[in-house]
């Protein structure tokens, strides 16, 4: 237990409180975070945007919303208690179902009276001559926190298409992560998706069994995999919950805290049978095996790349009718895997039937949305229903959509201009006293977030009971080691095929053609992010000034 609260200090102002700790944001990162600081006997709030708590999976409820990660490694490892009673209905779970148990969590740790919702943080100013934050949000609310922890997510901030007469469309339009929370009626309607992504994907799906007609806006096509699920039975139950411990410690083993492994061979030392062999067995399992657990070298090296790419638009080509669908649904910019992995369950299959029509605006760009739906070379597309699924400003969008001033009041927006510069991807120099779970360069943005999540957690729970123990009362990452770390992300990155292609990793996001390409990612593994924060703690904490 901590020798003092430590917290912000009284206010000159009634209606401020003040706190040791403001966690924005309650998803699966700031729920965890408040439940540590509480046990360590800080006083912390968390200010959350929705009205309750889930974070991703509060908000996106659109139809089709599931895990692509194993629902067993997807919870919290914390408790064993929490282990014993939950229980999850499928391999991997919807989003209902995925809300449901943070809600749950919420309730059994005591956190909702510690939680502000509807509270979107707008801005949090540091003041220098008490080593505090001064926060607000949007509605007017306000606090003091001597320390300020982000769990904004990085896939939270969404992104709608620059396409002429967006606001003249007179049906119904929704964006997948601002889906409403009552119930939407596709059936029978003329629906239109503009996106192929991760949510797009499972999103067409949904619609396709429903719409009478199904028009899909491509741009870019993507390499699709099986997810497979499968519901969970009892004896699958007593199964899980007495494999809890070695599930956990094979995905703190693996680079992205997946269950998957990567083969030690190269792809280009195999026989072509062996690698079919391999490739044919990974592809029948469920979720990302073809993907993380590949031979060692198809994210590194081009030529394999290209052989495991081959194979999977073989894949591609056998579930489709039409050969010139088929086509315009196999990318060609890329190489299977430099892109995120969205997983499937029918959605190559989608595109056989009569009611569905695949649209390739990156051949014939949209020219505009009209009141009726969407024009295309000339041609009209007559919609009842438009979705968006156009993504997300990754990573670093949330945060730079909060007025954040640091020493002298400098924006933190502005310092990352060019892009993000950071320390072990949770502070940045000239920010005292901010730390961000999951930020840029951090090794949870290339991962199974919640297995990453808790090492974050846990790295800055421990940090502050450092500083209470003592007496400090600001902690600052030095330039220097902020240099070195950010240096270090971009060489790392720089070994990978992921960097050679267009995509949210590295920050190009077509709706945002302002925002620099940058590397935004930690794509040195779980274990290796891991063991250099240990690194960083064991030895007091170097590239930090503490005061």
């Not at 996106?195 to 699709?224: D, H, W």
């Not at 979720?287 to 790349?305: C, H, K, M, T, V």
Request: a negative charge; proline letters at 5%; one cysteine or more.
């Amino acid at each position: 237990m901590p020798k003092s609260d430590r917290s912000a200090g009284p206010s000159d102002r009634p209606d401020v409180a003040s706190y040791h700790t403001l966690i924005i944001g309650a998803g699966i990162a700031g729920l965890y975070q408040l439940h540590r600081l509480r046990e360590f006997g800080f006083s912390a709030r968390i200010f959350e945007a929705g009205d309750g708590v889930g974070g991703t999976w509060y908000w996106n409820r659109y139809p089709g919303a599931r895990l692509d990660s194993e629902s067993y490694t997807f919870c919290y490892s914390f408790s064993q208690e929490l282990l014993d009673e939950w229980e999850w209905s499928e391999r991997f779970v919807s989003q209902s179902e995925l809300l449901s148990y943070y809600e749950y969590v919420a309730d059994k740790f005591d956190l909702h009276p510690h939680i502000d919702l509807g509270a979107r943080v707008s801005s949090a100013t540091f003041d220098e001559s008490e080593n505090v934050w001064e926060v607000e949000a949007e509605d007017g609310r306000r606090a003091r926190a001597r320390f300020v922890i982000t769990a904004v997510g990085a896939l939270s901030a969404p992104t709608l298409p620059r396409i002429e007469g967006r606001e003249s469309f007179e049906g119904e339009a929704y964006h997948t992560a601002r889906w409403p929370h009552e119930p939407v009626e596709l059936e029978g309607k003329r629906v239109g998706v503009i996106g192929t992504g991760s949510s797009g994907v499972q999103m067409i799906q949904e619609c396709a069994k429903v719409a009478k007609r199904l028009t899909v806006f491509q741009r870019t096509p993507n390499y699709c995999m099986p997810l497979r699920n499968a519901p969970i039975g009892e004896e699958g139950q007593r199964r899980l919950k007495a494999s809890y411990p070695e599930i956990f410690r094979r995905c703190r083993k693996t680079l992205g805290g997946f269950l998957y492994e990567s083969d030690p061979r190269s792809a280009l030392e195999c026989t072509p049978a062996e690698r079919e062999a391999y490739w044919e067995q990974q592809y029948t399992k469920p979720g990302f095996a073809l993907w993380l657990g590949n031979f060692q070298d198809i994210l590194a090296d081009e030529e394999a790349n290209a052989l495991a790419t081959e194979f999977v638009v073989r894949k591609i080509r056998e579930r489709i009718d039409d050969p010139e669908v088929a086509e315009k649904l196999i990318p060609k910019s890329h190489g299977f895997g430099t892109r995120r992995v969205p997983l499937e369950t029918s959605y190559y299959e989608v595109y056989n039937q009569g009611n569905v029509e695949l649209v390739d605006v990156l051949e014939t760009p949209i020219d505009r949305i009209t009141p009726r739906g969407v024009l295309v070379g000339g041609v009209e597309y007559e919609l009842d229903v438009l979705v968006y699924a156009t993504g997300f400003d990754a990573i670093t969008g949330a945060l730079d959509r909060i007025d954040f001033r640091g020493v002298r009041g400098r924006k933190l927006k502005e310092k990352w201009g060019d892009g993000p510069k950071t320390y072990l991807g949770m502070t940045s120099a000239g920010f005292p006293n901010l730390l961000t779970l999951v930020g840029p360069h951090n090794g949870s943005t290339f991962c199974n977030m919640p297995r990453c999540i808790e090492q974050n957690v846990a790295w800055v729970a421990d940090l502050l009971a450092h500083m209470d123990d003592k007496g400090y009362e600001r902690v600052e990452a030095t330039e220097d080691a902020e240099k070195s770390w950010t240096e270090h992300c971009q060489e790392l990155a720089s070994m990978t095929l992921l960097t050679k292609t267009d995509s949210w990793f590295v920050g190009v996001n077509v709706n945002l053609p302002e925002k620099k390409r940058t590397v935004l990612q930690y794509m040195g593994g779980a274990p290796l992010f891991e063991e250099k924060c240990n690194e960083v703690a064991a030895k007091g904490y170097e590239g930090f000034t503490l005061e």
